[in-house]
């Protein structure tokens, strides 16, 4: 399920900071909730859940906020400091090393991965899951977030090579509305249009292999050196030991092998795209 909103003793301390530093130019500036609603055109209680920690917002919101504000990238940096808060446990050690990778590779069997995502494609899925009313704030910062990430395929410096193989089950279970699955497809389209990125399908017929169990992905380090992230449903699981990550890399070079060219993945691509 998503997370509750946080306690007051659970906040961690870049959150806490970025939201007292909000409530404290809010009142400096003499600003009720309502006047700076006026000036950002954010919703009123929007900007309250921000300054309570029970929003983080996204970067636009934060742009704004400096701008009102006339504080340069404080906020801004502060923002970014907050995000990283979020992510936990090991995630958040395979988000420090995402942030380093000079190359990714991935395999899903499911979805589409997250750094190619629409918003409308990441939404019905985080919705998927059983959550409560009170609930729905939390899977809209996790949104945020995901959103937010994908910047790391765009960034002007050092952006990372990646190579995502697709399991053709990844197509074969679209979003319900059919204009926002034709916007995730040609999302996909758009995207491997970058220099950075390949994409390629891997088809049903090509029967069993290795790394049906999960998405994994690995990472290539400045150092020559590469992690793993091996992801199920509801867990993952970080992997440095050099012997087993050397066993994923094998059995993900061979599936890069089975899969469809990339010139014939686009193609797969556009004919769904067509209806085909």
Not at 29 to 53: F, H, N, V
Not at 255 to 264: E, I, Q
Request: contains cysteine; proline residues 5%; aromatic residues 6%.
């Amino acid at each position: 399920m998503a997370p509750r909103k946080p306690a007051p003793d659970q906040i961690a301390p870049a959150r806490r900071k970025y939201m007292d530093e909000l409530l404290q130019l809010r009142e400096e500036s003499g600003m009720s909730l309502g006047d700076l609603s006026e000036a950002t055109r954010y919703d009123r209680s929007y900007l309250g859940k921000l300054e309570r920690g029970e929003r983080l917002g996204d970067l636009a919101t934060a742009r704004r906020l400096d701008e009102v504000y006339g504080t340069r990238r404080s906020l801004q940096n502060l923002w970014s400091l907050a995000k990283d808060d979020a992510y936990l446990g090991r995630y958040q050690r395979y988000m420090a090393l995402e942030g380093r990778a000079r190359v990714m590779q991935m395999y899903v069997p499911q979805t589409i991965p997250g750094l190619l995502q629409t918003e409308e494609y990441a939404r019905e899925l985080l919705w998927s899951r059983p959550h409560r009313p009170d609930e729905e704030d939390a899977l809209e910062e996790q949104l945020a977030l995901r959103v937010d990430r994908q910047r790391i395929l765009r960034r002007e410096e050092s952006a990372p090579h990646l190579r995502v193989v697709m399991d053709e089950a990844v197509f074969r279970r679209p979003l319900k509305n059919r204009e926002a699955w034709n916007r995730q497809l040609q999302r996909l389209l758009d995207d491997d249009q970058l220099p950075n990125v390949t994409l390629q399908v891997l088809p049903f017929m090509d029967g069993l292999h290795a790394l049906l169990g999960g998405a994994l992905t690995i990472l290539w380090l400045p150092d020559g050196t590469c992690a793993a992230y091996s992801e199920g449903s509801k867990s993952g699981e970080m992997i440095e030991e050099p012997e087993a990550v050397e066993q994923l890399r094998l059995s993900y070079d061979e599936l890069g092998a089975l899969a469809l060219t990339r010139k014939d993945s686009l193609e797969f691509i556009h004919n769904l795209l067509k209806g085909g």
